[in-house]
């Protein structure tokens, strides 16, 4: 074991497969783990290399073994997957983590300490309930418009079909079906109220946390954006620029170029898709405010291009700006914009 220079370790709920390799690259060990004995068994073993893939419990086992002295890395698992020779098991994706995290070239995730997992975690919880909360939504307004009850498009008007199913004296609703729905109206409203307590613990945390506040000062960031912002991506100085980062939450043409030939499609929509599509919902919002119509960019903009056009090309601005913030530390200044 003292030969170990570097290992791929392959994670999974009960049985774990360990690769290592010396400096020459010849095989040293392989073989398997229960969960319980991992930890034992790395300490044991003289500090080296650890290759895990960047899954659900990732972050858990880095902290871990780097306090054992190790160093430590997480890999995308697209970028592991390059490197799997024929079939697929175990024992072939340790083989290729193993491989993957010695490459000089190759890009690795940064690892989140318990604040930042907990932080990213509760946007996790409430990003559910708000689908649960739309899921709701859209079931009442289903089954009551099977009996011709409609109300306008918005979560706004969805209180017009509550006080209808509160109101004894309307029939347009059979009593027998009309008791389902008051149960789906009270866990309507219990997701509301866990909602709202969620999001008052994600603004108290962003008040806390010097990043957020800085993030908060640009342009269409509010505490959700920036909390999550300031959550997920922990080390902004992993990429080289603000191209590089709106880039990689795929906020840019997807391409497909050969022969010299460039040819530009839709956004790729790869990386962090919540961060994306916050962006997005953002940029919306200021395409919706008074500075739209004040900024030469965006009122240029907005005559050219159709409106969810301009919405994603002012997202990837965001972005930028955002990974700029980051990086300085310090509040966004906006440019003076002169009548």
């Known amino acids: 074991m003292e030969e170990v220079s570097t290992i791929g370790l392959d994670l999974a709920k009960r049985v774990f497969q360990v690769h290592g390799v010396d400096r020459t690259g010849a095989v040293v060990v392989r073989r398997s783990l229960r969960r319980g004995a ?6 044991k073993l003289a500090p080296c290399l650890v290759g895990l893939e960047a899954c659900g419990s990732a972050h858990y086992w880095a902290r871990e073994l780097r306090q054992l002295g190790h160093e430590v ?15 697929k098991n175990d024992a072939a994706d340790a083989a290729a983590i193993c491989e993957a995290v010695s490459r000089p070239s190759m890009r690795f995730v940064a690892i989140k300490t318990e604040e930042q997992q907990a932080a990213a975690g509760l946007h996790k919880v409430r990003e559910m309930l708000v689908k649960q909360r739309t899921m709701l939504m859209n079931q009442l307004r289903g089954l009551m418009a099977e009996f011709g009850i409609v109300v306008a498009q918005g979560p706004g008007h969805i209180r017009e079909l509550l006080l ?13 079906l009309k008791q389902g729905l ?5 866990s309507l409203q219990s997701v509301q109220e866990q909602e709202e307590a969620i999001d008052k613990q994600i603004v108290g945390w962003g008040r806390r946390n010097r990043t957020c506040r800085h993030l908060i000062t640009i342009d269409g960031y ?3 954006l920036s909390s999550a912002m300031a959550a997920i991506v922990t080390t902004p100085e992993a990429f080289a620029s ?7 939450l795929g906020l840019v043409p997807r391409q497909n170029s050969t022969g010299g030939k460039m040819v530009l499609g839709p ?6 898709g919540y961060l994306r599509r916050l962006l997005v919902n953002g940029a919306m919002s200021v395409l919706s405010s008074k500075r739209a119509k004040q900024d030469p960019w965006l009122m240029k903009l907005m005559a050219t291009k159709r409106r969810k ?8 601005k965001m972005a930028r700006i955002g990974w700029a913030v980051m990086m300085r530390q310090e509040d966004f200044r906006p440019r003076q914009i002169t009548a």
């Open 222 to 224: 509010g505490p959700i």
């Open 73 to 87: 890395r997480l890999i995308p698992p697209s970028y592991a997957k390059a490197y799997v020779r024929r079939n």
């Open 182 to 186: 008051r149960l789906t109206a009270s």
């Open 242 to 248: 603000g191209r590089d980062f709106s880039a990689s």
């Open 309 to 316: 056009v301009a919405a994603v090309a002012l997202a990837n």
């Open 164 to 176: 209808i199913l509160e109101d004894r004296a309307d029939q347009r609703v059979p009593e027998l």
């Open 38 to 43: 991992v930890l034992g068994w790395f300490s």
């Open 267 to 272: 956004i790729s929509k790869r990386g962090n």
